[in-house]
């Protein structure tokens, strides 16, 4: 039996990162259990500093969680804080494949805030690398 997983971004501002991602995919970014954070804060297994508001909502500072709703099972995406920038190429990407809308795809994702890095083709396959608004670099094809 294999194991489950979930992919980890280091990011700089893991919940603007998030929404992004979750709007590239067509995804959802989880919900945040305000209640649930304010009960830890208040019986001592968290601090304050541990939390912050993000578009009106109380988070965990440390990260974001992205999923797909109509697939809860597959692997979520986990944006988490880092202190440095992104420095140099990933090693790891990914790949949002849109069949035939590739080129669409890649000029929405440019107009939300990624940018466009190469074109490719190999054999039948095209793809367009492209970085998000953090320089993570991703191919759609």
């Known amino acids: 039996m294999g194991y489950e997983f979930q992919v980890t971004v280091d990011s700089e501002n893991p919940h603007t990162?998030?929404?992004?991602?979750?709007?590239?995919?067509g995804w959802?970014?989880?919900?945040?259990?305000?209640?649930?954070?304010?009960?830890?804060?208040?019986?001592?297994?968290?601090?304050?500093?541990?939390?912050?508001?993000?578009?009106?909502?109380?988070?965990?500072?440390?990260g974001q969680a992205i999923r797909d709703p109509e697939h809860p099972e597959r692997p979520r995406v986990l944006f988490q804080l880092v202190p440095e920038r992104k420095t140099v190429?990933?090693?790891?990407?990914?790949?949002?494949?849109?069949?035939?809308?590739?080129?669409?795809?890649a000029e929405k994702l440019e107009q939300s805030g990624a940018t466009v890095l190469h074109r490719g083709r190999q054999g039948p396959s095209e793809w367009v690398t492209m970085a998000d608004p953090e320089g993570n670099e991703f191919c759609v094809s």
């Open 28 to 62: 959802e970014v989880e919900p945040s259990n305000e209640e649930f954070i304010r009960g830890l804060v208040q019986a001592g297994h968290a601090q304050e500093s541990d939390t912050m508001e993000f578009e009106g909502v109380l988070v965990w500072r440390e």
């Open 89 to 105: 190429k990933n090693r790891l990407h990914l790949d949002i494949r849109v069949g035939d809308a590739r080129y669409e795809v």
């Open 17 to 25: 990162l998030a929404k992004w991602w979750a709007q590239a995919l």
